[in-house]
């Protein structure tokens, strides 16, 4: 049966080279294929500004760039992760380089093909062809999941992969990624293997490595992305994933070396140069996280693809380098960030970091100890998330650098350690923020230790027959710490051993209140709040909640 295709006439496309002859070609040839509106770009920038404000149905876009550090593979990975691409989009990238194919199998989640120059019109309007044709094979699945029919359009990429039907293999890596968004961790991996087995496709090992993370196995996944990287060292998203694992475990030198090698793959991509330059601050290369995290805030400018984040540690880094200029910067950035988003209370929280260090600069004593008080009122608040926890925790070791004392410092460090040590990478991250103060780094390391402490006496209750003790205990632990892993703790008590607890009922209403005075933890240790697609992950376009994990199973921590 024939598949219906949009008509041509009704198509839009966007053509990126800074080359105005080759650009000037490409244009002419898309509208001989008869493509109703053909926009150009010369330069990255634009063309990044472009695809944020509108969709097109076709992009072909050159891979090099006359301005060096700008490329079309970091165009493409960074809008692979803002969500800019619709799987109904044609992308092409076009090339002389004869080696290009081994950096298309690597944009493989969301590259149609590449067009290796010189080529004729009817290559072009070939390839053009057997692209749509494939979107066309696989748009119930798209539907699906444009309809959030999440389980029905997995279940149509499993279908299609189980009959080898056309395009199975895409619909292999797509249903991965649904069966991963939906917590099927299990069916994800036994699909990625079964991948393996046929093709041993790049994307499907790093998939494995994906799952393993998930399921709170991220030693192993080094391990799964140590081969992977083995077989092919080009695979950049592979980078991406590795330094997440290592992030996780708390081996941050390792984190920053993998960042680094990932950055240098495609100087041009926001992100990657973010988890850069935030990884240096973390570990106390000033220099480094200042001159790689202005560069990321200079090319993110504007973008979907900047963390707001990146811009707090600038500021940090600035501050310690008594760059009074950059810290200025960074102020002003926030104000025209506000300027468009005023209601954005992530956004006012940055600001006011960033001008309490104005004021610890100024040598604003009392001005700037009444701001890092305003601050610290909310750190019990449940929307005080880890990163807000991160940055309180920053600003109270400056101004103990400075020798601006306040009596309360050490014990609302020690308040943030209790809350948020609930991993080893989670506790390192936030005793990394007080690099400029390592007493502070000392005393939030031992808070992981302190929370498995409480978890072990409230356990040994447990084993003892009296679990009802137990899940008192945990409780208020909880109350004291606002630690999410105690309460967790304390739901899988009870769960477990609900008959031979006489007040359940009661205990599970008050499980469900603390679990609402804690807040949305962080599941894992993360550089940035990584609210679109994730390394070596397909693009959905769905809205950011639509699509929402089921809770991890119990796992053991790997320590």
Known sequence: MALALQKISECQALVIDSN??????????????????????????????????????????????????????????????????????????????????????????????????????????????????????????????????????????????????????????????????????????????????????????????????????????????????????????????????????????????????????????????????????????????????????????????????????????????????ALDRCMADFQRLLERQPDDVRLRRFREVVECLQLIQSRHVSAAVASVRTLASAARQPDFDFEAACNLAGLLSMLASTSITLPESSDWVHALGLRYATSRGLGELLACACVAHPPYVEALRQCHSEINRMAEGAMALSLNERPQDAVRSLQQATRDTLNCKLIDLAQQVLSRQQERIPDADKLQAGIDELRRACGSPPRRAALTQDRHRQPGGLTLRVAPDALVSAPPAATVAEE
Not at 223 to 241: C, K
Request: neutral net charge; contains cysteine; charged residues 25%.
């Open 20 to 325: 105005m002859v080759s650009r000037g070609i490409l244009v002419t040839q898309l509208r001989e294929y008869g493509i109703g509106k053909v926009v150009q770009c010369s330069r990255v920038l634009e063309a990044r500004a472009r695809l944020e404000l509108s969709q097109f149905d076709f992009v072909l876009c050159e891979q090099r760039f006359s301005d060096g550090g700008y490329s079309g593979q970091a165009l493409l990975d960074d809008l692979r992760r803002a969500q800019l691409l619709p799987f109904s989009t044609v992308f092409f990238m076009v090339t002389g380089d004869a080696t290009y194919a081994s950096v298309a199998e690597a944009a493989e989640s969301a590259l149609d093909g590449y067009l290796l120059k010189p080529f004729t019109a009817t290559d072009l309007f070939r390839r053009l062809n057997a692209a749509r044709l494939r979107k066309s094979h696989l748009k119930p699945i798209f539907t699906a999941i444009e309809a959030l029919s999440f389980d029905e359009a997995a279940r149509l990429c499993l279908e299609r992969f189980e009959q080898r039907a056309p395009y199975w293999l895409y619909a292999a890596r797509i249903g991965t990624e649904l069966l991963l968004r939906l917590g099927r961790h299990g069916e994800a991996r036994a699909l990625c293997d079964a991948v393996i087995e046929a093709k041993a496709l790049p994307w499907a090992k790093l998939g494995v490595a994906r799952v393993q993370i998930e399921a709170g196995q991220a030693g192993k996944a080094l391990s799964t992305l140590e081969r992977l990287l083995g077989e092919d060292s080009g695979f950049v998203d592979a980078y991406d994933v590795m330094g997440a694992a290592q992030v996780e475990l708390g081996r941050f030198e390792d984190a920053l070396q993998t960042y680094r090698t990932a950055a240098e793959f495609t100087p041009g991509s926001v992100v990657r140069l973010q988890k850069h330059g935030m990884m240096a601050y973390y570990l106390g290369d000033r220099a480094t996280a200042a001159r790689v995290l202005a560069r990321a805030a200079t090319l993110g400018a504007g973008s979907k693809m900047f963390d707001a984040q990146s811009l707090v540690l600038l500021a940090f880094a600035s501050f310690q380098e008594n760059d009074r200029k």
